[in-house]
């Protein structure tokens, strides 16, 4: 999670990985509501999903199968350990920066770029 501006005004990064081999399929930026869960599950539908690994999330149980859905956190370290990663290596992440990111846009466009780049790229 991540403030832009001002605290009421939260951003997160929604991202899913692949359980097994870590790799990241797809993310996008947004609060944490129905409408942005619904743009992350619109870029998953090509990979033929069959199980998800979640918090406790509302927006999980009103749009996941409870059989294909389970909640904890023995299943989410990988993505929790990205987030730390994250968190390390982008100082807009840390809101008491001189590198805080007001605008959304350059929030989002740094931290695209830098997933872009770790993950689908060479490492920076």
Known sequence: MEFCGYKAHQRWLWHAIDHLSGVVLAYTFGNRTDKVFMQLQKLLKP???VHFYTDAAGVYK???PTAAHTV???H???IERKHLTLRTR???LARKTICFSKSVFMHDTVIGLFVNRYEFG???
């Open 47 to 49: 990979f033929g999903l």
């Open 62 to 64: 009103r749009h996941l």
């Open 72 to 74: 904890g956190k023995l």
């Open 76 to 78: 989410t370290q990988q």
């Open 90 to 92: 982008i100082k807009r």
């Open 122 to 124: 060479t490492p920076i």
